[in-house]
T-cell receptor, first 112, second 112 residues
Framework: QKEVEQDPGPLSVPEGAIVSLNCTYSNSAFQYFMWYRQYSRKGPELLMYTYSSGNKEDGRFTAQVDKSSKYISLFIRDSQPSDSATYLCAMREDTGRRALTFGSGTRLQVQP | DTEVTQTPKHLVMGMTNKKSLKCEQHMGHRAMYWYKQKAKKPPELMFVYSYEKLSINESVPSRFSPECPNSSLLNLHLHALQPEDSALYLC???????????FGSGTRLTVV
């Protein structure tokens, strides 16, 4: 079993839809949770960063972390064609192994 | 300056060549990373430097040799690579590993 599981998609939605992206994980030591967006042939770009449990909102993006269920989500409101990309969840322990563990990424297509 | 700059953007090398990838950041970040990413896969950690010292080596073959000359620079020296080493090589940096990583755009390496 992988430490971080993420549905690879592709996920296709119409413009303006609410998108929900999710990851589950098995390592209870993970404390830092991030979402990255990666366009084709580019490096990942940090979208959201959360420490421990809770919600965080930034514009059209909302990140949720439920540590009791080992489940994290990213919601995109009013999705745009420019949101079409691969979304990677990533997480890290507080102490111990100080490096990110990535999910496999979900490819999102927003149709105009 | 909030960028990680990687050079070159593209590199084609023969299996007997020696080449180097370069990475530079001026954000005062004290942790720097090399990742390897194959098509449609998440980034895989190769090396971590923390305060200019190698802290993680993910059992990477010795044909990849990292170097951190100072807190702003990270190099990856390549020698006698194999065609299966063709990939996108990403450099990243972070404050001290506790915040989100900033990635460069990567070097697309092709080994022929």
């Amino acid at each position: 079993q992988k430490e971080v599981e993420q549905d690879p998609g592709p996920l296709s939605v119409p413009e303006g839809a609410i998108v929900s992206l999710n990851c589950t994980y098995s390592n209870s030591a993970f404390q830092y949770f991030m979402w990255y967006r990666q366009y084709s042939r580019k490096g990942p770009e940090l979208l959201m960063y959360t420490y421990s449990s809770g919600n965080k909102e930034d514009g059209r993006f909302t990140a949720q972390v439920d540590k009791s269920s080992k489940y994290i989500s990213l919601f995109i409101r009013d999705s745009q064609p420019s949101d079409s990309a691969t979304y990677l969840c990533a997480m890290r322990e507080d102490t111990g192994r100080r490096a990110l563990t990535f999910g496999s990424g979900t490819r999102l297509q927003v149709q105009p | 300056d909030t960028e990680v700059t990687q050079t070159p953007k593209h590199l084609v090398m023969g299996m007997t060549n020696k080449k180097s990838l370069k990475c530079e950041q001026h954000m005062g970040h004290r942790a720097m990373y090399w990742y390897k990413q194959k098509a449609k896969k998440p980034p895989e950690l190769m090396f971590v430097y923390s305060y200019e010292k190698l802290s993680i080596n993910e059992s990477v073959p010795s044909r990849f040799s990292p170097e951190c000359p100072n807190s702003s620079l990270l190099n990856l020296h390549l020698h006698a690579l194999q065609p299966e080493d063709s990939a996108l090589y990403l450099c990243a940096s972070s404050q001290d590993g506790t915040y989100g990583y900033t990635f460069g755009s990567g070097t697309r390496l092709t080994v022929v």
